[in-house]
């Protein structure tokens, strides 16, 4: 009866528990970096992309950018999450 089981055991659920508020706690990075600009037919200067991380998750924020446009949205996003990157 009722749901199954999310956790194999209360320990697994504690180290699940511990490791969720490790990676809450855990700073968002703002990173620059160069994307795939062969696989999307966009010529190698517009293959500038933004990334946000924190711990093992990231999501793209932005791709197709030229590298100062990259960088400069990169400072914007920064300034906004005020995590002191440039």
Known sequence: MGRPAKFCSPACRVRAHRASQCEAAAPVLVEV??????????????AWMIRLRRGERSV???????????????????????????
């Open 33 to 46: 970096d160069m994307g795939s600009a062969t696989s999307r037919g966009r010529p190698p200067e517009r």
């Open 60 to 86: 793209i924020v932005a791709f197709g950018l030229r590298h100062s446009a990259a960088e400069r949205l990169a400072g914007q996003i920064a300034d906004l999450l005020d995590t002191g990157q440039p």
